[in-house]
């Protein structure tokens, strides 16, 4: 059966350039996952808050290793990308980011986030967002980029709000956890969006990374 429509985006427009590295601003810089990533990533799922909205434990090395390593192949097969959060001065990771349920064909996708409890409330989760916000309009040309939370995460409402995610609605029972089921807000932006966020002005090159 013929489709009425093209694909927006062609097959290809993520695999065919490694994943890039991305500045956040002077403090901060999104790159891909490497293996000595493996405690932070231990650390950050041993925290609650990341097991509970995040509906996911990972118990040792071995475990953290292979979500590490899972990356690579989800970006060539353009289904999800993950970027880790580091200090621009240490490397250090601090926080993920990245894309879920990636659409070529819709030009879209969902975003994720979490941050190291020891780095939570100075801006990192809305600063990463609005880093790969600006990279997955101005250079991948997505169209629509989306972000659910449960409403019990107020947080997570507060980090959308502050990188120009306007809320759209709530959807009911959608999501389960642990405890049962939630209702979730769904905020999204445009391509087309006009006016930025002030967390989302430009802020230089973006860097490709070496592999
Ligand atoms: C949600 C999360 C990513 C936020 O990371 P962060 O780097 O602290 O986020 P930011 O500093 O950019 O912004 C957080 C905002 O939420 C606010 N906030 C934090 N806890 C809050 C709460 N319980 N109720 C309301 N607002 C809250 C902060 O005050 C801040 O707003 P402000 O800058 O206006 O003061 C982090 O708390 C986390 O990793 N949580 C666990 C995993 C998770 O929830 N992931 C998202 C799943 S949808």
Request: charged residues 25%; negative net charge.
């Amino acid at each position: 059966m013929p489709l009425l429509i093209e694909p927006v985006l062609p097959a290809g427009t993520f695999r065919a350039e490694p994943q890039p590295c991305l500045i956040v601003d002077d403090r901060l810089l999104l790159r891909p996952w490497c293996a000595d990533d493996v405690e932070a990533v231990e650390a950050a799922f041993a925290c609650p808050a990341v097991q509970r909205w995040h509906v996911r434990r990972i118990d040792g090395e071995d475990e953290a290793q292979t979500w590490i390593e899972g990356w690579d192949r989800r970006w060539a097969a353009e289904t999800d990308a993950s970027w880790a959060v580091v200090d621009a001065r240490d490397d250090r990771v601090v926080g993920q980011v990245g894309l879920r349920t990636i659409s070529l064909f819709e030009a879209s996708a969902q975003l994720s986030y979490w941050v190291l409890p020891s780095d939570r409330g100075a801006g990192i989760a809305s600063g990463a967002v609005a880093a790969l916000t600006r990279w997955a309009f101005g250079t991948v040309r997505l169209n629509r980029l989306s972000l659910l939370h449960s409403t019990a995460n107020a947080a997570s409402c507060r980090v959308a709000d502050k990188a120009g995610y306007g809320l759209e609605g709530t959807l009911r029972s959608s999501m389960l956890h642990a405890d049962g089921w939630h209702d979730v807000h769904v905020h999204a932006r445009l391509k087309s969006d006009s006016s930025p966020s002030p967390a989302e002005q430009p802020r230089g090159p973006v860097r490709r990374s070496p592999h």
